[in-house]
């Protein structure tokens, strides 16, 4: 059975710091991972998804990487900014049908001017 | 209209009353869900749609009653709930059978049961 956690729970860093979230996983039998933003009160926004076969995705400052050997993925967030603040999560499918997915419990990021 | 489309976004019932919660989805993709986000819990999937068809129902209580009469729409029926009902109900779609496909999230209806 799939697990996902996310450490730490709530990170805060000063403007224009890089940083990274991380994602552990249980199973390495992984089919993709995908990354989340959700703004508070707010929806989740899809960031990046990492296919099984892919070693990383990039998205602008964003760029995630998954090894399944280590079960972890990790989120890289260049040159940070204020408007990055937000809680990050990340996801894994339960199975091999996409959209069930096991959730993290996420990263709450606060970025400081 | 794009994306995943949630309506309404907050709403308050009483214990007895009857609501539904409404989600349509414009981005061709022929699976839908329901998830829920209690406060300081990850997202738990409710149900999930394919194909129009409920291919799964994980445990919810039976006040919760999810409608998907074509790809494009989800209705989530509520009925008698309980105070912990309270949380952020999110719909998701995306294509079915993709194990490599991506979930697109709506905004979110935010429920409070007094």
């Known amino acids: 059975k799939q697990e996902v956690t996310q450490i730490p729970a709530a990170l805060s860093v000063p403007e224009g710091e890089n940083l990274v979230l991380n994602c552990s996983f249980t199973d390495s039998a992984i089919y993709n991972l995908q990354w989340f933003r959700q703004d508070p009160g707010k929806g989740l926004t899809s960031l990046l998804l990492i296919q099984s076969s892919q070693r990383e995705q990039t998205s602008g400052r964003l760029n995630a990487s998954l090894d399944k050997s280590s079960g972890r993925s990790t989120l890289y967030i260049a040159a940070s900014q204020p408007g990055d603040s937000a809680t990050y999560l990340c996801a894994a499918p339960r199975d091999n049908q996409g959209g069930k997915l096991i959730f993290g419990q996420g990263t709450e990021l606060s970025v400081k001017p | 209209e794009t994306g995943v489309t949630q309506t309404p976004r907050h709403l308050v019932m009483g214990m007895t009353n009857k609501k539904s919660l409404k989600c349509e989805q414009h981005l061709g993709h022929n699976a839908m869900y329901w998830y829920k986000q209690s406060a300081k819990k990850p997202l738990e999937l409710m149900f999930v749609?394919?194909?129009?068809?409920?291919?799964e129902n994980n445990s919810v209580p039976s006040r919760f009653s999810p409608e998907c009469p074509n790809s494009s729409h989800l209705f989530l029926h509520l009925h008698t709930l309980q105070p912990e009902d309270s949380a952020l109900y999110l719909c998701a779609s995306s294509h079915t059978g993709q194990y490599t496909g991506e979930l697109f999230f709506g905004e979110g209806s935010r429920l409070t049961v007094l």
């Open positions: 749609y394919s194909l129009e068809e409920r291919v």
